[in-house]
């Protein structure tokens, strides 16, 4: 069986697709990636290859060809063209926001560096190693903002309505509000603490994009004047 596709050129393409493939316990016998294609489609719908720059209008594509083991069942067929569209879905979303997510960790940078309630030293630490998962030493899939609200049993993490990047941009089915009282005992003296702005943890969502393993959770703690 042949999947023949042909997408946007961007990173992890390759690596995405055939670790999906192996989820679903299908191993790719054959593949060819013929990755930054400039191509340009004119107004009938005909497509040709061109030099870079030679075509204002033309654009970066990926032409991807796999062959896999002979798939007879076409319910199956139909799930792995399903799986591999949200594979590509991820893929794209957490490579388009890529920009506003650093941008965003820059800014974090920033708030550490004008923040005084942690101490100096801690805060030091923070910025350099926030600064070296910048320099190409992290891949950002997704990113959120969440505010603190209420108290008691009540007090939780809020999702703030339209801050989420990459793969965590459909806020459709995510949860508004997470509250403390449903977390270990330790991890809320993570949270609560101000001697430190980083809360690291793993989490039980195995990433779609670029490595099959569980994906990491960095979250950097903002403090106001109280």
Same mark, same amino acid.
């Given at each position: 069986?042949?999947?023949?596709?042909? +997408?946007?050129?961007?990173?992890?393409?390759?690596?995405?697709?055939?670790?999906?493939?192996?989820?679903?316990?299908?191993?790719?016998?054959?593949?060819?990636?013929?990755? /930054?294609?400039?191509?340009? !489609?004119? $107004?009938?719908?005909?497509?040709?290859?061109?030099?870079?720059?030679? &075509?204002?209008?033309?654009?970066?594509?990926?032409?991807?060809?796999?062959? +896999?083991?002979?798939?007879?069942?076409?319910?199956?067929?139909?799930?792995?063209?399903?799986?591999?569209?949200?594979?590509?879905?991820?893929?794209?979303?957490?490579?388009?926001?890529?920009?506003?997510?650093?941008?965003?960790?820059?800014? !974090?940078?920033? &708030?550490?560096?004008?923040?005084?309630?942690?101490?100096?030293?801690?805060?030091?630490?923070?910025?350099?190693?926030?600064?070296?998962?910048?320099? *190409? =030493?992290? @891949?950002?899939? /997704?990113?959120?903002?969440?505010?603190?609200?209420?108290?008691?049993?009540?007090? /939780?993490?809020? #999702?703030?309505?339209?801050?989420?990047?990459?793969?965590?941009?459909? &806020?459709?089915?995510?949860?508004? +509000?997470?509250? %403390?009282? *449903?977390?270990?005992?330790?991890?809320?003296?993570? +949270? %609560? @603490?101000?001697?430190?702005?980083?809360? #690291?943890?793993?989490?039980?969502? #195995?990433?779609?994009? =670029?490595? =099959? !393993?569980?994906? *990491?959770? #960095? /979250?950097?703690?903002?403090?106001?004047? $109280?």
């Amino acid at each position: 069986t042949v999947l023949q596709l042909v +997408i946007e050129d961007m990173p992890f393409l390759v690596d995405s697709l055939r670790l999906e493939l192996e989820r679903m316990g299908i191993a790719p016998q054959w593949m060819v990636y013929t990755g /930054g294609l400039q191509l340009h !489609s004119d $107004s009938q719908g005909h497509s040709r290859v061109t030099a870079y720059g030679q &075509e204002p209008e033309s654009r970066l594509v990926s032409p991807i060809l796999l062959e +896999i083991p002979l798939q007879r069942n076409q319910e199956k067929v139909d799930n792995i063209e399903l799986k591999l569209k949200q594979v590509l879905r991820d893929v794209r979303m957490s490579y388009q926001d890529w920009p506003l997510m650093c941008e965003a960790m820059r800014n !974090s940078i920033k &708030e550490v560096s004008e923040c005084s309630v942690v101490p100096a030293v801690e805060s030091q630490e923070t910025m350099a190693y926030l600064e070296w998962l910048l320099d *190409d =030493h992290f @891949t950002f899939l /997704g990113m959120r903002d969440y505010r603190v609200v209420g108290e008691g049993d009540k007090a /939780g993490m809020q #999702l703030i309505s339209g801050s989420s990047l990459g793969v965590l941009a459909d &806020e459709n089915k995510s949860k508004r +509000i997470r509250y %403390f009282s *449903d977390l270990p005992v330790r991890a809320r003296r993570v +949270i %609560f @603490t101000n001697k430190r702005y980083l809360v #690291l943890s793993k989490t039980n969502t #195995l990433s779609s994009v =670029h490595r =099959h !393993s569980y994906t *990491d959770y #960095l /979250g950097v703690k903002r403090f106001d004047a $109280s």
